[in-house]
């Protein structure tokens, strides 16, 4: 497992817990958006599946040009 890039452990702290609390508070936005009537069980089982890519993928050390 490779390591992560440096980062301020307060401030990813605070990230995802406005990832978190955005999803739940923005509900009315969100579900008129989606096709459907989405399963909110596998609305929340996806946004979470996306939000732990995004953060891990995101901390990745990368070869910068």
């Given amino acids: 497992s ?3 890039v440096p980062t301020d452990p307060l401030l ?9 609390e955005f999803f739940v508070a923005a509900q009315p936005m969100i579900l008129p958006l989606l096709p459907g009537k989405p399963d909110p069980e596998d609305l929340a089982e996806r946004y ?10 995101g901390l990745k050390p ?4």
């Fill in 2 to 4: 490779a390591p992560l």
């Fill in 12 to 20: 990813l702290y605070i990230a995802i817990i406005g990832l978190a």
């Fill in 48 to 57: 979470k599946d996306f939000i732990v890519h995004l953060v891990l993928d």
């Fill in 62 to 65: 990368r070869d910068r040009p």
